[in-house]
Antibody, heavy 121, light 109 residues
């Protein structure tokens, strides 16, 4: 059974940094591209970033470009999101999602339950 | 960047058919995916590549895509189908390719 478990969400002040992790199990992690998506309170889903199976292709949403960094460690079956210069509008549940393919194409066929990031002073 | 437009809400009685649209410029040339999102739960892929169903998704869920509109159709709607539904495409020509529609709240009357 595919399992994706996010961690690292917290209450953080504006301008500070936070690192999210996603632990994957139940499938061959390095056979799939991976993504982060988020949902702010009362808002819709927003794609945040994606990384191909070998980290050779990485993309970001315009809203996080230059502030967030996605990475993966295939030896540890883990996906990461380094979030810098956090803003109030980054407050959301952050979801880890598996791409159906090894390159960035979508769809996202498995999702975690999410971890909550709150940016507030 | 590519924009996907969904109606904010759709209401349907149990046993009837719900149709949720997703509008986009020449969306018929894109592969459209649909997700179901219930409060406190992970999103679930219900239709991918316009009209394919993942294993475990009931046949009541179907999709179509042509011209400027993609449609998710839910037949014989049940109370458990009440959720938010999102369309999504991967715009590979964009620097920011992951695009979701704004979401549609399906209410079962």
């Amino acid at each position: 059974e595919v399992q994706l478990v996010e961690s690292g969400g917290d209450l953080v002040q504006p301008g500070r940094s936070l690192r999210l992790s996603c632990a994957a199990s139940g499938f061959t992690f390095n056979d799939y591209a991976m993504h982060w998506a988020r949902q702010a309170p009362g808002k819709g889903l927003e794609w945040v970033s994606g990384i191909s199976w070998n980290s050779g292709s990485i993309r970001y949403a315009d809203s996080v470009q230059g502030r967030f960094i996605i990475s993966r460690d295939n030896a540890k079956n883990s996906l990461y999101l380094q979030m810098n210069s956090l803003r109030a509008e980054d407050t959301a549940f952050y979801y880890c999602a598996r791409d159906k393919h090894d390159i960035l194409t979508g769809p996202f066929d498995s999702w975690g339950l999410g971890t909550l990031v709150t940016v507030s002073s | 960047s590519y924009v996907l437009t969904q109606p904010p809400s759709v209401s349907v009685a149990p046993g009837q058919t719900a149709r949720i649209t997703c509008g986009g410029n020449n969306i018929g040339t894109e592969s459209v995916h649909w997700y179901q999102k219930k409060p406190g739960q992970a999103p679930v892929l219900v239709v991918h590549d316009d009209s394919d169903r993942p294993s475990g998704i009931p046949e009541r869920f179907s999709g179509s895509n042509s011209g400027n509109t993609a449609t998710l159709t839910i037949s014989r709607v049940e109370a458990g189908d009440e959720a938010d539904y999102y369309c999504q495409v991967w715009d590979s020509s964009s620097d920011h390719p992951g695009v979701f529609g704004g979401g549609t709240k399906l209410t079962v009357l």
